[in-house]
């Protein structure tokens, strides 16, 4: 009885985990459509943790530039050095899917007539 | 401190902290796997101690290894995991898994595992702990992998 009891709150305890899952990974967290973004560098491109960032100024807002994995955005030109803050840059990639969200999972960072294309296998 | 070496020792750091927060967490659940289903009451011919031998340091050891791995990944970007809901899943669940080890373990069902003269209340200890031992880690396990999804 104990046993069955718990395995069943284990399944529960699993599908609340899994059901809200979102992007940050995967693409699926993010829109279907192409877009696009220019504004000034906020903050320089960082290359630590599971995915490479930077900040945009955009719009009014703060944009959180998701970028690929350190090594495969390194592997593309783009590092801590490359683009200074405060350079005009255009992003190209998927917005986050929740509009409160100012997200960008990129694919290609384009600054003073270079373009950073950190996927190059994506559209 | 520990932030600032993850983030300025290169590119991979992240990715092997990350292979050794797995390796740990595999060492750690597959031991606790296999104690805890003798606990449930699979394999009795096996005597108990046997079992709880070899399983109980190498589950201990990957507990090390996943805690300071884990500790180094968190520290990565320690702000953007603040408002993370899955550790708030996690963390707890680690706590009851931890305590469910303080509590068992002091039990005199534990204590005396090897003695031909265990009765059903024994097993029946044993029983319970295991399972909230699997439920426990296997939600806070669940909640990690998650963390990175949200």
């Known amino acids: 009885m104990q046993t069955r009891r718990s395995v069943s709150m284990t399944l529960a305890a699993f599908v609340m985990a899994v059901l809200p899952a979102a992007a940050h990974h995967g693409w699926s967290g993010n829109s279907q459509e192409e ?36 090594p495969r955005t390194q592997a593309a030109g783009l590092n801590e050095k490359a683009i200074p803050v405060g350079a005009e840059v255009k992003i190209h990639g998927h917005r986050n899917s929740d509009p409160k969200r100012f997200e960008v999972k990129t694919e290609r960072v384009t600054w003073n007539g270079k373009t950073f294309n950190v996927y190059p296998d994506r559209d | 401190m520990l932030g600032h070496a993850m983030r300025s020792s290169g590119v991979w750091t992240y990715g092997v902290v990350n292979l050794g927060h797995i390796l740990g967490v595999a060492t750690l659940f597959g031991a606790v796997l296999v104690l805890d289903l003798r606990l449930l009451g699979l394999w009795r011919t096996v005597p108990l101690p046997s079992i709880a031998g070899p399983t109980v340091p190498v589950a201990t050891t990957g507990f090390v290894i996943a805690a300071f791995t884990g500790v180094a990944l968190l520290a990565t970007k320690a702000t953007e995991y603040a408002g993370n809901p899955f550790l708030l899943i996690k963390f707890p669940a680690i706590a009851v898994a931890l305590l469910n080890v303080a509590v068992v373990t002091s039990r005199p069902a534990w204590k005396h595992m090897g003695r031909p003269d265990q009765v059903a209340g024994d097993r029946r200890t044993l029983a319970v702990a295991g399972a909230v031992s699997l439920a426990a880690w296997l939600t806070a396990i669940g909640a990690g992998r998650m963390i990175g999804y949200w």
């Open chain 1, 35 to 70: 877009f696009e973004l220019t504004g000034t560098v906020e903050q320089a491109v960082s290359l630590a943790g599971p995915h490479a960032t930077m900040k945009v100024r955009a719009q009014g807002q703060v944009w959180e530039i998701t970028l690929a994995p350190p």
